[in-house]
């Protein structure tokens, strides 16, 4: 059964960084690309990220470029966000995706993110 | 990429059918047939509902049903019933260089 299991979410203040993880499960890994999707308060889903299956091509959406990385460790089936100045705006859950609209597409149970002073 | 255009809400009773659609552009909807459904329940993560504009995954009900003319997609929910009222989101792939593009949502209520 695959499974992705996102952490780190919090409070931070504006300007601050968090570092999320997504452990995966159930499936090889480093097969797939893998993404993170965010989802503000009472909004819509953004897609906001991807890295490549070896890391080396990743993808930001413009509203991060510049401010989040993506980055993924093989080794040990994990997918990270590093989120620096971090902004009120940011303030969402985060989902790690597997297959983001493939027939296998596998969602984490999210971790909240709280940008306040 | 601006996300795809999705009608805010719409409703039925038990039994009816309903249809949401899906605006994108010739960049992404229009180009690939790559278009997802997802349904959100709250507090929940989406589900996968449609893949590839009419494709169902493994264990979703034949009650939902997707298509795709030109730049819009359409998810039709046949039979309605109390459980699939949630937020339904469209997703496109939309070109190497901007990889998914989601829709706007439209929230399905049961009457």
């Known amino acids: 059964e695959v499974q992705l299991v996102e952490s780190g979410g919090g409070l931070v203040q504006p300007g601050g960084s968090l570092r999320l993880s997504c452990s995966a499960s159930g499936f090889t890994f480093n097969n797939f690309a893998m993404h993170w999707v965010r989802q503000a308060p009472g909004k819509g889903l953004e897609y906001l990220s991807a890295?490549?299956?070896?890391?080396?091509?990743?993808y930001y959406a413009d509203s991060v470029k510049g401010r989040f990385t993506i980055s993924r460790d093989n080794s040990k089936n994990t997918l990270y966000l590093q989120m620096r100045s971090l902004r009120p705006a940011d303030a969402a859950v985060y989902y790690c995706?597997?297959?983001?609209?493939?027939?296998?597409?596998?969602w984490g149970q999210g971790t909240l993110v709280t940008v306040s002073s | 990429q601006s996300a795809l255009t999705q009608t805010a809400s719409v409703s039925g009773s038990p039994g009816q059918s309903l249809t949401i659609s899906c605006t994108g552009t010739?960049?992404?909807?229009?180009?690939?047939?790559?278009v997802s459904w997802y349904q959100q329940h709250p507090g929940k993560a989406p589900k996968l509902m449609i893949y590839e504009v009419s494709k169902r995954p493994s264990g979703v009900s034949n009650r939902f049903s997707g298509s795709k003319s030109g730049n819009t997609a359409s998810l039709t929910i046949y039979g309605l019933q109390a459980e699939d009222e949630a937020d339904y989101y469209c997703?496109?792939?939309?070109?190497?260089?901007?990889?998914?593009?989601f829709g706007t949502g439209t929230k399905v209520t049961v009457l």
């Open positions: 010739s960049s992404d909807v229009g180009s690939y047939d790559l």
């Open positions: 995706v597997k297959d983001v609209g493939g027939s296998d597409s596998h």
């Open positions: 997703c496109s792939y939309a070109g190497s260089s901007t990889p998914y593009v």
């Open positions: 890295v490549s299956i070896t890391g080396g091509s990743t």
